[in-house]
């Protein structure tokens, strides 16, 4: 297949590849719009198996990315970049100036941040050869880890769904079992344990599970038996595809809300989610607290500002409220909520690129 049949390909304004020899920096940066604003999505550092990999992974994130930002309704466009190679052997300060080289040319369309495998400390590298980098630590500018940001805007998606299901002004007396208890999980689990919830967590990684699970008082399960316990709320927070053909038909309570970006497998398991009566609240739309975070840090860069906790607080209220609509006319409409979030985003960048051809 080539680039232009590639179905992620669809809708994208630039596709960029960067080879240096010297470091052998092989990046491919992604510009799916710049309707609404500079792109901006993370720069995500992985050993793919082949180039094509890359350039599908590189695609899909940056769409995704897109409509992430719109729905938070943020100046912002949508951009993803990967950088091919092992995180863990591969990574020198001089690679990192060498894609700060590309993200330069690029030409401020696109502003890279942290993802998988990337730190703010590759970032300050990257900062020495282009102005166009989000997420560095240190500076009046600088938002920090967008964590605690992001499992705030899904500790607030987990109350508003529990509003709408249960007529529930607490989280007294409700299960939640949470998949994943890492940075955002970690957080959310707090949240939620504040708040009267009984937890179900599970996690990979056993030192960070038990510290979490003594901390928040939950019960402790394997990953895979996750899917089984009676809760009333799912809430994904590791990995994505975890709303799948054998999950779904195991979950046992009556929503989905969590901050594992992708978490449905596909837009068809989406629709199952829907008829079989959970309410999912869609991910790119409840996990926006942490672009929100990143946004600030680029408007005061921008500016020449600080960053502004109360704007943060701002979009996230306005987010949250988007969420509530999604969740209400999806009833009111009868359409799954992950298409009625696609839809809203998708207006907001046509409207974008309607202004900007007639401007
Ligand atoms: P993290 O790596 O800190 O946490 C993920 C946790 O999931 C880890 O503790 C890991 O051990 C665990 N895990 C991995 N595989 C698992 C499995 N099969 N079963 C159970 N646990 C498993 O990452 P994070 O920053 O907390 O992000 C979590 C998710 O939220 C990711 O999908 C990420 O893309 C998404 N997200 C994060 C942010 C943010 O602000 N950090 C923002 C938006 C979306």
Same mark, same amino acid.
């Given at each position: 297949?080539?680039?232009?049949?590639?179905?992620?390909?669809?809708?994208?304004?630039?596709?960029?590849?960067?080879?240096? &020899?010297?470091?052998?920096?092989?990046?491919?940066?992604?510009?799916?719009?710049?309707?609404?604003?500079?792109?901006?999505?993370?720069?995500?550092?992985?050993?793919?198996?082949?180039?094509?990999?890359?350039?599908?992974?590189?695609? #899909?994130?940056? #769409?995704?990315?897109?409509?992430?930002?719109?729905?938070?309704?943020?100046?912002?466009?949508?951009?993803?970049?990967?950088?091919?190679?092992?995180?863990?052997?591969?990574?020198?300060?001089?690679?990192?100036?060498?894609?700060?080289?590309?993200?330069?040319?690029?030409?401020?369309?696109?502003?890279?941040?942290?993802?998988?495998?990337?730190?703010?400390?590759?970032?300050?590298?990257?900062?020495?050869?282009?102005?166009?980098?989000?997420?560095?630590?240190?500076?009046?500018?600088?938002?920090?880890?967008?964590?605690?940001?992001?499992?705030?805007?899904?500790?607030?998606?987990?109350?508003?769904?529990?509003?709408?299901?249960?007529?529930?002004?607490?989280?007294?007396?409700?299960?939640?079992?949470?998949?994943?208890?890492?940075?955002?999980?970690?957080?959310?689990?707090?949240?939620?344990?504040?708040?009267?919830?009984?937890?179900?967590?599970?996690?990979?990684?056993?030192?960070?599970?038990?510290?979490?699970?003594? #901390?928040?008082?939950?019960?402790?399960?394997?990953?895979?038996?996750?899917?089984?316990?009676?809760?009333?709320?799912?809430?994904?927070?590791?990995?994505?595809?975890?709303?799948?053909?054998?999950?779904?038909?195991?979950?046992?309570?009556?929503?989905?809300?969590?901050?594992?970006?992708?978490?449905?497998?596909?837009?068809?398991?989406?629709?199952?989610?829907?008829?079989?009566?959970?309410?999912?609240?869609?991910?790119?739309?409840?996990?926006?607290?942490?672009?929100?975070?990143?946004?600030?840090?680029? #408007?005061?860069?921008?500016?020449?500002?600080?960053?502004?906790?109360?704007?943060?607080?701002?979009?996230?209220?306005?987010?949250?409220?988007?969420?509530?609509?999604?969740? &209400?006319?999806?009833?009111?409409?009868?359409?799954?909520?992950?298409?009625?979030?696609?839809?809203?985003?998708?207006?907001?960048?046509?409207?974008?690129?309607?202004?900007?051809?007639?401007?």
């Amino acid at each position: 297949m080539t680039l232009f049949d590639s179905p992620a390909f669809e809708g994208h304004e630039g596709v960029h590849a960067f080879h240096d &020899e010297k470091t052998g920096l092989k990046a491919i940066i992604a510009v799916h719009s710049t309707a609404r604003g500079p792109a901006c999505g993370g720069t995500r550092m992985w050993n793919y198996a082949t180039a094509e990999a890359a350039l599908d992974d590189v695609l #899909r994130l940056s #769409r995704a990315m897109s409509y992430k930002n719109a729905v938070a309704d943020l100046d912002l466009g949508g951009g993803k970049s990967v950088i091919i190679g092992d995180s863990r052997t591969q990574k020198s300060p001089a690679l990192f100036e060498a894609f700060g080289r590309a993200v330069e040319r690029v030409g401020g369309q696109y502003w890279a941040a942290e993802d998988v495998g990337v730190s703010p400390a590759d970032l300050a590298s990257t900062r020495k050869t282009t102005k166009y980098v989000v997420g560095l630590e240190g500076t009046p500018a600088s938002s920090g880890d967008p964590s605690p940001t992001t499992a705030e805007g899904v500790f607030r998606g987990v109350k508003l769904v529990a509003k709408r299901l249960w007529n529930a002004n607490d989280l007294n007396g409700l299960t939640v079992a949470v998949q994943g208890v890492g940075h955002v999980g970690g957080y959310l689990a707090d949240k939620l344990h504040a708040a009267g919830a009984k937890l179900i967590v599970t996690d990979v990684n056993e030192p960070v599970l038990r510290e979490v699970a003594e #901390r928040t008082n939950a019960t402790v399960v394997a990953p895979d038996a996750i899917y089984d316990v009676e809760a009333d709320i799912f809430a994904p927070c590791a990995l994505g595809a975890s709303v799948n053909a054998d999950t779904l038909p195991r979950l046992k309570g009556k929503a989905i809300v969590g901050a594992a970006n992708n978490q449905l497998a596909s837009h068809e398991i989406g629709r199952a989610v829907f008829d079989r009566g959970l309410v999912y609240a869609p991910d790119y739309v409840v996990n926006g607290g942490g672009i929100i975070n990143v946004a600030s840090e680029m #408007r005061a860069l921008q500016t020449g500002g600080s960053y502004d906790p109360a704007w943060v607080e701002m979009k996230l209220g306005r987010l949250m409220l988007t969420l509530g609509e999604i969740l &209400e006319r999806s009833v009111a409409e009868g359409r799954p909520t992950h298409e009625i979030a696609a839809a809203i985003a998708r207006a907001r960048i046509d409207a974008a690129e309607e202004a900007r051809a007639a401007a």
